[in-house]
């Protein structure tokens, strides 16, 4: 896992072969997501099975509100071989830096 600020990870997430991942819930997602993003809540049940479907020839590209679920679902994705990077900060650091938000 490479953590990243929010021009950092803005960066990052317009390369190809980067996917984007918020962790919330579906709730928090349909509040406000990063555009592009896809939900994958990490405290469901599923975590595990729905990233095993992901292609791990792909970079991941992972965030949340704060920061800390997604340290734990990059940790978990990293563990079972994906690439990934975390956005410090979550949600609210890239919305403070005046990165674009879609619902």
């Known amino acids: 896992m490479i953590n990243l600020d929010a021009a950092q990870f803005a960066a990052e997430i317009v ?3 980067v996917a ?3 962790v919330r819930t579906a709730e928090e997602f349909s509040q406000g997501h990063i555009p592009e993003a896809i939900n994958i809540d ?3 049940e599923y975590f595990i099975a729905d990233i095993s479907t992901l292609d791990k ?3 991941y590209a ?3 509100r704060s920061g800390k679920r997604s340290v734990d ?3 978990i994705m990293d563990e079972s071989g994906f690439e990934t990077t ?3 900060g979550g949600i609210i650091s890239w919305v403070e830096s005046g990165q674009p938000v879609t619902s």
Do not use: E, G, H, R
Request: glycine letters at 0%; proline letters at 0%.
């Open 57 to 59: 020839n792909c970079n």
């Open 62 to 64: 992972i965030y949340c």
């Open 42 to 44: 990490v405290m469901s």
């Open 86 to 88: 975390n956005l410090l």
């Open 15 to 17: 390369k190809s072969n």
């Open 20 to 22: 984007v991942i918020d």
């Open 73 to 75: 679902a990059a940790t």
